[in-house]
């Protein structure tokens, strides 16, 4: 490596680490306090809020910005600490010798798979692009174009020399100290993020308490509509406008689902769900005639075979919708109406679903009433839940509890 490539790739691992710190503050705050409005939330398009709230926010429970952090410090650690050519000869680096320049070329490969896998999700599945996740791109890029440029068939010589150039790195106890922080403050940093649906790990401090008491008062300030649904004899009533097809609104129902089981278990009948159709697809959604967000080919063939579904009970109406939101990517009108006919058992869905349109065309002209322009856009007793950003589940269950507890006189 030599000494202008191990500079610039010290910058971008410095640029990167920089904007995925952004991210990982970002997401963090997203998790615990309700009332934060991301600052790169600038539109549908370009929303960094609904990327990290997504189902690829995370990665086995890891946060991805999280994961970014840690991959840009191991870079510049591994740059820093390897000793450009033209110094080698003289040089004392506990990496001295070693293809700094390979090592880093093969972290940036695999760095480079992840943000193509990450920019395919954002773009063509979430439909959502994430201006903070674009800077990790860049610095990502071209780290591997930088490193590539040096000496990349040396990768080769990387798993035989592996173990001898750790060894001798970790004969320097700065390296080794180094090393040490690197790990230990991912695993802190890891530790302490909260899991989706919980709160942090720490014990409760002012601090939070202070931020449940802010996110009260201004859950309480907010105005309400009147969406003319019946609430049945329930206190709280949350209405859900949906897309089957839609990333987000699958991500939120794996996220409430088990919030609703809960309040089923201990206030029965207390809380209604309503699910209200919102497609994204001009064949049943008026308000799309002239273009505009995404274009969900089996959406509309989705929302039909859910209320197909309705007439046969609870368990095939669970059965349905589990099977739309687990096959969202492949989702079009004959995939939909195989598996609606496979799993209700009938063979009519053309005329089914033909009956079940105007249904779905009420539910559009509710929410053009409402002017919803996102999925999902929810209400909890007629409070909106901005569709932009995701509400993280304990803060859905909260709102839920404080609903609850005003019917009560509490």
């Known amino acids: ?188 940093a890891l530790s302490v993020f909260p899991k989706e649906g919980t709160r942090p790990a720490s014990p409760v401090s002012a601090a939070s308490a202070q931020s449940d008491l802010d996110f009260k008062t201004a859950w309480f300030r907010q105005p309400r509509v009147d969406l003319g649904i019946p609430a049945d004899g329930a206190k709280v009533v949350v209405v859900k406008f949906n897309d089957f097809q839609c990333p987000p609104c699958g991500q939120t129902y794996e996220w409430y689902k088990p919030v609703l089981e809960k309040f089923a278990q201990t206030d029965p009948g207390a809380v209604k769900m309503v699910l209200k159709d919102w497609p994204w697809n001009s064949k049943c959604n008026f308000t799309l005639s002239g273009g505009g967000g995404p274009n969900h080919p089996g959406a509309c063939e989705a929302a039909a075979a859910f209320r197909m579904a309705r007439d046969f009970g609870p368990a095939k109406t669970l059965e349905m919708e589990e099977w739309l939101y687990s096959n969202q990517l492949t989702l079009a009108p004959d995939t939909v109406k195989s598996a609606a006919q496979r799993i209700l058992g009938f063979t009519d869905f053309d005329q089914r679903y033909v009956a079940k349109l105007p ?35 304990s803060y859905f269950e909260q709102a839920i509890q404080f609903e609850l507890n005003k019917a009560a006189g509490k």
């Open 1 to 188: 490596m030599s000494a202008r490539s191990r500079l610039i790739i010290l910058g971008l691992a410095l640029l990167g680490f920089g904007f995925a710190s952004y991210s990982a503050w970002v997401h963090y705050k997203l998790m615990t306090d309700a009332a934060f409005q991301s600052p790169c939330d600038i539109n549908s398009t370009f929303n960094c809020s609904q990327v990290y709230l997504s189902r690829y926010g995370a990665v086995a429970g890891v946060p991805v910005a999280l994961a970014g952090v840690f991959w840009f410090a191991l870079v510049g650690l591994v740059a820093w600490l390897s000793t450009p050519r033209a110094a080698s000869s003289s040089s004392t680096s506990s990496i001295s010798g070693a293809p700094g320049g390979a090592y880093v070329f093969a972290l940036s490969t695999i760095g480079l798979a992840v943000i193509l896998y990450l920019g395919y999700t954002s773009w063509f599945v979430l439909k959502t692009a994430c201006v903070l996740c674009l800077g990790t791109y860049v610095a990502v890029i071209g780290i591997f174009i930088v490193s590539g440029a040096t000496a990349p068939g040396s990768v080769t010589q990387l798993p035989g020399r592996l173990v001898g150039d750790l060894t001798k790195a970790f004969r320097d106890p700065f390296v080794l100290v180094l090393t040490l922080l690197l790990f230990g403050g991912s695993a802190y």
């Open 359 to 393: 249904d779905i065309k009420k539910d559009v002209a509710d929410g053009a009433a409402l002017r919803i322009n996102g999925t999902p856009t929810l209400f909890i007793n007629g409070v909106r839940v901005v569709s932009q950003g995701l509400m993280p589940a």
